[in-house]
Nanobody
Framework: QVQLVESGGGLVQPGGSLRLSCEGS????????MSWYRQAPGKERELVAG????????NYVDSVKGRFTISRDNAKNTVYLQMNSLKPEDTAVYYC????????????WGKGTLVTVSS
């Protein structure tokens, strides 16, 4: 029933831009903090960007500050990651992540979408 579906990944040249989307269903999206993680071959999965449930707080890993922007549209149950000035080291599988509070802490993951930055 619960789903997180990523889209927007693909091949892009260095210096280019890409916008990832993640649409959630089967849960109360507006009550969940949303994040984007990524994992490159041979490296640990890392938190790239996060946004609070109402979108008033954002945070980024140092390597993407000034280049990436996370945003959300709760009316569309969607979180976005705008990626500008892409570098080859941004190449990774990007995963959508949801975390919600309440009586039980709920964690959901998307299946991931591949971003390849290469000429």
């Amino acid at each position: 029933q619960v789903q997180l579906v990523e889209s927007g990944g693909g091949l892009v040249q260095p210096g280019g831009s890409l916008r990832l989307s993640c649409e959630g269903s089967g849960f109360t999206f507006s009550s969940f903090a949303m994040s984007w993680y990524r994992q490159a071959p041979g490296k640990e999965r890392e938190l790239v960007a996060g946004i609070s449930s109402v979108g008033n707080s954002r945070n980024y890993v140092d390597s993407v500050k000034g280049r990436f922007t996370i945003s959300r549209d709760n009316a569309k149950n969607t979180v976005y990651l705008q990626m500008n000035s892409l570098k080859p080291e941004d190449t990774a599988v990007y995963y959508c992540h949801a975390r919600g509070g309440g009586p039980r802490t709920m964690i959901y993951w998307g299946k991931g979408t591949l971003v390849t930055v290469s000429s």
